[in-house]
Every structure is written in structure tokens, then in C-alpha cells.
């Protein structure tokens, strides 16, 4: 018996598809990988204007088709558990580990609710007074510089903001609690982060110092026991287990509430160090993307000021009446995606849109053709903030994707929404800046500016 999701056709093993029925075009090519490597842009955009936004690849081995088209997209995100399932690189897999998300489909709704309410809805409000007063003490630093290397300033916000509300730690160094950890400094902290964050895209599985997945697997076991002297410290002083201070309180709470549930030990160390990793980097190269476009285009950064004028102070109610700042970060996320989506797996051979996805090959929905493609966007090259206005009709689900979509959509949208909005607001109060010339970027696994582009600043205070 066919079965019917919408317009998607599940095939049985089997069955013919309906007459009519095509596969995508092109062959995969076996230096696919290094080209999308090199430049995922470049690989999206080449490949849509020759062959149309469905197309096969060799990325990543085996056949990879890349999707842009809203239908395309629609049936990459919503076939979990029908036809389709995660399937990442097997370092990735590896490094994730098996309390991640994409380990276990079978407890992935129960785990993700569970997480839910330190990331996301009444627990960001909690949040702002820490967010705020780390990116105020970061920016004060700018007032004394005439220049600043973008990339690397904004990282080391993110990170002061990131690891206290992720990790539950206070990460200044003279404090005593963090030199009785196993990691004792926050430059460590921050080494061993970035070998583990390495170690995920490394397309050789094996386990050797002389391999990043290698360097990564040890990088992640000594944060592992980092995540577990952090737990043992805080259970010895009970008060400090409010739910809403930080995630891992959240976590911690919930573990006291009912020790059978689904929060073990185990899952809340690999939980806090697997947020962050999915969350550091994206707002890093987010942030500096967002500081590069404001600066291109002098009459956004009028309308912006505009924006900020009107706004007496900081709640969640005064962010979200930053329409136009939100906009314009919404606008930066699609000329400028951070990442791609995962790879999602065909379990099933599936018909969508007369077009034939064979059960084996990988689907990737890919921002970098969905967000370039006329059909959803009007004059898709061009940076218009006001394309995301609320009056706007663009920006539709399964045409605007930067956070994913379906069931494994991304958790930490409202957060980096109201870290970014926070963060441009205090910039644009505070300073003046001036681009110096085209950046380059780091194009894979994140985007990102490269480390030594700098930006003139001056102080508007
Ligand atoms: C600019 C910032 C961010 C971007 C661009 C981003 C992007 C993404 C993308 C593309 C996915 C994959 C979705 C899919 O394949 O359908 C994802 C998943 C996810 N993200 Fe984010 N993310 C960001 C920030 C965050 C933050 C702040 C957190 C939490 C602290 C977070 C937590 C997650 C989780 C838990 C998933 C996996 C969901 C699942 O498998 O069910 N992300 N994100």
C-alpha cells in the first residue's frame, strides 16, 4: 500500500515509482567533497544555475542530493521515523556520542522536551541581566582601541556568555571554584573546546593524536570530566540549584524532581558541552556577519539607530519590539547562513514534486540555495532587511531555513535571536565603525570572517 504525507509519496520496497517520475539531475563527482569543502557558496550556487535547486552529489561519499525548493525542503525535515533518518559523518556520530539528539531516534522527542525550558521561552528572561552585563563589560574594553580583529573580539563574548548559562560555570579565573576543576583556566577551557569542536568534521575516523578526530576524542573525554567535578561541585552547595539560573541547574532540578526521569548524569554532561558546541560558533560567525553587513549598507544602520532611539531600556517586551534590528539579523542569516542542516538519510524511496529520491541516498536542505533562489526571495542578491517585516510575505517556512526545520529544528532559534538583538543593540549604542575593505571568510563546517579582518571603531559615548 502507497502511503500518503502531504504531497509526498512513500514508496514500498519494491514498488514501482509513478510513470513520469525523474531522478535528480547530475552524477555525483568524487572530488565533490573537497570542491563543497572549499566553498560551499560557490558548489550551491554553480550547481543551482546549471542543473536547478535538486541535484546529486558526491559529498560526503555515497549520493548526497542538495535541495533549495520549498517542496524539497518540506520532505527533507518532516521524514523522521517515516523515510528518513540522521545520518552524519561517522567522526561526527562519533564525537556526538550517544546522549546527543541525534543518537537515539527512539527517546529524540522525549529528550528534546526535556531540554526545551533551559533554552528557550520564560528561562531567556532569566537570562538578559547576565547576557547584558557581559556584553557591557566586553564593549566597554572597545573604547580604548581605535581597531579590533572582529572575529576573534566577538568569540571570546560569545564564550563569556555561553559557558556560564550553558555550563553553569563562572569562567573568571581568579575565582576559586574554577581552579579546583580539572580544567583551571578559561584559555584552556576554550583550547580544549575548539579540539573538540575540530574533531566533529574529520573525515578520517581514526583515533591518533596525529588526526583532529583523534586530538578531538581526548579533547572531549577531559571536558567530559570537566562537566562531571562541575556537577559534584554544585550538588555540594544545594541553594545554587535554581532551575532558571542556567541550563545546567535546569537540568540539575529536573534530576532532583524525579531521579528516574530522563535526565541521568551522564546526559547532563554531554548535554552541556553539546550545546555549546552547537551554539558557540553559529552566534560567533553570526555576530561578526551581522556587524560586517551593518557596516556595508549606511542606511541600515540609520534606520537602526532610528529603531534604538525609540527604546528606553532592555526587556524582553522592548526586544521584541526591535522589528527592524530583527529584521535585519533575519537578513543577515540568509544572505550569510552560519551552517548548513544535517544530513537526513533515506530509509524509504520517496516521490515528491515528480521528483524520485532513492532509499540510501543522503538529502541535505541547504540554505545556501533556498535563501538564493528568486521563487522565495525577490532580488535574492540584494540585502533588504525590510524583505522580514512583519507585513512582508517572505521568509516562509521551508523557503527560509537557517535554523533547520521539522522535528530536528534548531532549539536555540529565540536564544541566538535575543543574544544577537542584545548584543547589535548595545554596538550600535556605543559605536561607530567603519569596514576595512572586503572580509574573506572561513566557509566550512561554520562561516565565519577570518581571524584578521578588522574593523576601525569609535567610541559614540
Ligand atoms: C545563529 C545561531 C544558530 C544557528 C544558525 C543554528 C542552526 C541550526 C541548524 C541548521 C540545525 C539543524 C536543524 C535541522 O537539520 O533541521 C540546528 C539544530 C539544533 N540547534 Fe541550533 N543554531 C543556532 C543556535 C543554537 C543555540 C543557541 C542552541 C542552544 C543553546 C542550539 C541548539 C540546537 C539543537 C539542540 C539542535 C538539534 C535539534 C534536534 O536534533 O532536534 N542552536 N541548529
Redesign the pocket.
Known amino acids: 500500500m502507497d502511503r500518503q504525507q502531504s504531497e509526498i509519496l512513500i514508496l514500498e520496497d519494491e514498488q514501482a515509482p509513478p510513470s513520469g517520475a525523474v531522478t535528480p539531475p547530475r552524477q555525483p563527482k568524487w572530488y565533490d567533497t573537497f570542491n563543497y569543502i572549499a566553498n560551499p557558496d560557490k558548489f550551491c550556487r554553480e550547481n543551482w544555475q546549471k542543473y536547478g535547486p535538486v541535484f546529486k552529489t558526491g559529498v560526503f561519499g555515497g549520493t548526497t542530493i542538495f535541495v533549495g525548493s520549498a517542496k524539497a525542503n518540506q520532505m527533507v525535515?518532516n521524514g523522521d521515523s517515516q523515510y528518513t533518518e540522521?545520518s552524519l559523518l561517522p567522526t561526527t556520530m562519533a564525537m556526538f556520542g550517544e546522549y546527543s539528539?541525534?543518537q537515539r531516534p527512539d527517546l529524540?522527542r522525549q529528550r528534546?522536551s526535556a531540554?526545551r525550558p533551559g533554552?528557550a521561552g520564560r528561562a531567556l528572561e532569566g537570562y538578559l541581566p547576565h547576557i547584558n552585563k557581559t556584553i557591557l563589560q566586553a564593549i566597554e574594553g572597545w573604547k580604548n582601541k581605535k581597531t579590533i580583529a572582529l572575529y576573534p573580539e566577538v568569540e571570546e563574548i560569545c564564550f563569556d556568555i555561553?559557558v556560564p548559562l550553558?555550563l553553569g560555570i563562572n569562567l573568571n579565573d581568579s575565582q576559586e571554584n574554577i581552579s579546583e576543576l580539572p580544567v583551571t583556566s578559561k584559555a584552556e577551557l576554550k583550547n580544549l573546546y575548539q579540539t573538540f569542536f575540530n574533531g566533529f568534521f574529520s573525515l578520517l575516523k581514526w583515533e591518533s593524536p596525529l588526526t583532529a578526530y583523534g586530538r578531538g576524542v581526548k579533547a572531549r573525554a577531559k571536558l567530559i570530566e570537566f562537566m562531571s567535578a562541575v556537577i559534584s561541585q554544585r550538588r555540594k552547595d544545594t541553594e545554587a540549584i535554581d532551575p532558571s539560573k542556567d541550563?545546567l541547574s535546569m537540568m540539575l532540578a529536573s534530576q532532583q524532581e524525579n531521579p528516574d526521569g530522563v535526565f541521568s548524569d551522564r546526559l547532563i554532561e554531554n548535554q552541556c558541552l553539546?550545546?555549546?558546541w552547537?551554539?558557540h560558533y553559529?552566534?560567533s560567525?553570526?555576530f561578526g556577519s551581522i556587524i560586517y553587513q551593518i557596516g556595508q549598507h549606511p542606511q541600515v544602520l540609520d534606520r537602526l539607530r532610528e529603531e534604538q532611539s525609540e527604546i528606553k531600556n532592555i526587556s524582553i517586551e522592548h526586544l521584541q519590539e526591535m522589528t527592524f534590528l530583527e529584521a535585519t539579523i533575519k537578513e543577515t542569516?540568509r544572505i550569510l547562513?552560519?551552517?548548513?542542516?544535517?544530513n537526513?538519510k533515506l530509509t524509504r524511496s520517496v516521490v515528491s514534486d515528480g521528483i524520485l529520491y532513492e532509499k540510501g541516498c543522503t538529502v541535505i536542505?541547504e540554505?545556501r540555495i533556498a535563501h538564493i533562489l528568486p521563487e522565495h526571495f525577490k532580488e535574492p542578491e540584494k540585502f533588504i532587511p525590510d524583505r522580514f517585516l512583519p507585513d512582508s510575505d517572505e521568509g516562509k517556512m521551508y523557503e527560509y531555513?537557517?535554523?533547520?526545520?521539522?522535528?530536528?529544528?534548531?532549539?536555540?532559534?529565540q536564544?541566538?535571536m535575543v543574544?544577537?538583538k542584545l548584543f547589535t543593540s548595545h554596538v550600535l549604542g556605543m559605536f561607530d565603525w567603519k569596514l576595512t575593505g572586503k572580509a574573506q571568510f572561513v566557509q566550512f563546517p561554520i562561516r565565519r570572517i577570518k581571524d584578521n579582518y578588522q574593523i576601525q571603531i569609535k567610541s559614540r559615548v
Open positions: 525535515f540522521i539528539l541525534f529524540h528534546k531540554l533554552l555561553l550553558l541550563f553539546l550545546q555549546l552547537g551554539s553559529e552566534i560567525g553570526l542569516l547562513p552560519p551552517s548548513s542542516t544535517a537526513r536542505a540554505p531555513i537557517p535554523f533547520g526545520g521539522g522535528v530536528h529544528g534548531c532549539l536555540g532559534a536564544m541566538a543574544i544577537a
